[in-house]
């Protein structure tokens, strides 16, 4: 078996390892178009309309640097760097304020 023979069946052994593992990625081309829809005239209108003030879309800048930068890793270190993040992240929207803490139950009669 030549040298080309043995590289391309080990480049297809990995492939089949990486397919058979349920690794998280992350879509650049889905995360650039969160950050352009969150500056989008709509958009702001509507969180000016809610909120009064522009919306701050510092974080899906924040979401698409990250997917960037997996990129180039192997599929095991960026599904490592994936999951820690979505944990920051649901920690993060834990702490903020819900509904539930603005509204009183009504009592039904």
């Known amino acids: 078996m030549s040298d080309q023979d043995e590289h391309t069946t080990a480049l297809f052994a990995e ?3 990486e397919n058979r593992n349920d690794y998280l ?3 650049l081309s ?15 209108a509507i969180n000016y ?4 003030s522009k919306r701050d879309c510092s974080m ?21 760097m994936i999951r820690e993040r979505q944990k920051e992240k649901e920690a993060m929207r834990k702490k903020k304020r819900s509904s539930e803490e603005v509204w009183e139950l009504r009592e039904t009669k």
Do not use: H, N
Request: proline content about 2%.
């Open 60 to 80: 899906k800048w924040e979401d698409f640097k990250f997917c960037m930068r997996t990129k180039p890793k192997s599929s095991e270190t960026a599904d490592a």
């Open 15 to 17: 492939i089949d390892k």
């Open 49 to 52: 309309y809610r909120y009064g």
């Open 30 to 44: 889905q995360a650039f178009d969160e950050v352009f829809q969150c500056y989008t005239l709509g958009s702001q």
């Open 25 to 27: 990625t992350c879509s």
